[in-house]
């Protein structure tokens, strides 16, 4: 698919490679354009960490992929994580501790 078809197609619709982004650590430049496609984007970045085989990416990876998105974007997914497996969230502990933490002023506006 080139890159043409890719912007043609609704952003729900398109493949979203996040084995490359984890691997890169980097999102393209104006990739979530609206706080709508930054949600479908946690939508399916849950679904994929979920999903794939252990030791498909690290926790230091997801780190820096989730830093590149908003705040509330970051909250979200780890509301998404918890409301779609919530015994997983043990395996996401260090992470979603050290990303609290740095939110814990939010979390009771």
Avoid at 86 to 96: G, H, I, N, Q, T
Wanted: no cysteine.
């Amino acid at each position: 698919m080139t890159s043409r078809q890719q912007e043609s197609l609704p952003f729900a619709a398109q493949a979203i490679p996040f084995d490359e982004f984890l691997a890169s650590g980097k999102l393209p430049e104006g990739y979530l354009i609206s706080e709508y496609v930054a949600q479908q984007f946690v939508e399916r970045l849950v679904h994929y960490v979920l999903s794939v085989p252990a030791g498909s990416y690290t926790m230091a990876q997801l780190s820096h992929l989730l830093e590149q998105i908003d705040s509330r974007a970051q909250v979200f997914f780890f509301k998404r994580l918890k409301e779609t497996s919530p015994e997983s969230l043990k395996d996401f502990a260090p992470l979603y501790y050290g990303f609290m933490n740095e939110f814990h002023s939010l979390l009771f506006t």
